[in-house]
């Protein structure tokens, strides 16, 4: 028996390039009909989420720990039936009985102009933005097809002047046991700030009073925070790893040690609820046969810098300001580009009506769920140094 519906897909323009804040995102649903079709209705939306699992077991019980919050969410109707004045009508075509064959219709959204967090997905939880296609007929199950898209928050140093602040820190630590004398370390960068892709300048002036050979380690890496139910799990993992030079025992050495900031790894995320992404600059003096002195440095990594020429947002994607604002321009209407997608073949789908894209209902973008984790304290601020003190 032939299949009414045999495929439904979602494609966007620019498959591979990441996207913004305020940016538009244009694509097509493609939709394969075996025969005459008739539909409640057909949407297509746009939205951002982050959700948070894990599991714990005690004895014989086992704990789900689950969070999920919503960034933003905007739905368009393609065919929707609606009841006025006595009769039934689709928002945008005349008819919803579609007939058999492939039909494509065109969308366009604009990406609210708010403060979000980059995509990303860790051990526990993942922050995913996503275009999603929804079929539904009377005594049907709904048919559906996704395509996720890279987001990728927006920043610029000059905007924040908390991460423009020099961070310094000094270690003294006095050798026992197999090893004698002393060490001693401080260490500056320039800032707290860092592009994706940037050098990053450590200055350290190492003393070493000690009876042994002593060598500075160079780590950057990244923590990452899951909240759910008023509980925190915690997973970190190295970003990159230098060796400095050796220094002979009764020397003292100001050494400057230059590490590149990868560029593949996630922006610092603090403006989402349940999750949290930290990095963080640690140098540590290898002392044989001794518990290695070291010293922590907070680190926020900013997207890479936007095309030159462009002015930055007057906004933060990290925490350093208000959440974001539902009525910013944008957020509830789509414009429309009459004519940007040509049919495929005769007939593929019919021409678009006024007002084919209505905006969204007041309202649209839903509170956050009850029993949401709150963030902590300094969640909605720049890291401070006190914040660093704890486990790594």
Known sequence: MLATIKNISVTYDGMGKTFSSGDFISGRITLELGKDCKIDYLSIKAKGKSEVLWTEHHNNTTVTYHSKDKMFSIEQFIIREQKAQGYEHATRYDCNVVAPGTHVYPFTFQIPQQAMPSSFKGAWGKILYTLEAKLSRSMRISSKARAEFPFVSKADLGSIPELMIPQHGTKDKKMKLFTSGKVGMDIHIERMGYYLGEDLKVVASIENSSSREIKPKYTLYQKDSFFARGKR?????????????????????????????????????????????????????????????????????????????????????????????????????????????????????????????????????PPMAPGAVAPPPAYGTYPSLSDFGGKR
């Open 233 to 365: 799990m915690v997973s970190t993992k190295d970003i990159l790893k230098e060796l400095g030079e050796p220094i002979p025992p009764s020397g003292k050495l100001k050494v400057t040690k230059v590490l590149q900031i990868p560029q593949h790894i996630v922006p610092s995320i603090f403006t989402c609820s349940n999750i949290k992404c930290e990095y963080r600059l640690k140098i540590v003096l290898d002392v044989p046969y001794a518990r290695d002195p070291e010293i922590k440095l907070p680190l926020v990594i900013l997207p890479a810098t936007q095309t030159p020429g462009l002015q930055p947002p007057p906004y933060s994607d990290f925490g350093f300001d208000s959440f974001g604002n539902a009525n910013q321009p944008g957020w509830n209407s789509t414009p429309q580009f009459p004519g940007a997608y040509p049919p495929t073949a005769p007939g593929a789908y019919p021409p678009t009506a006024p007002g084919a894209y209505p905006p969204t209902a007041p309202g649209a973008y």
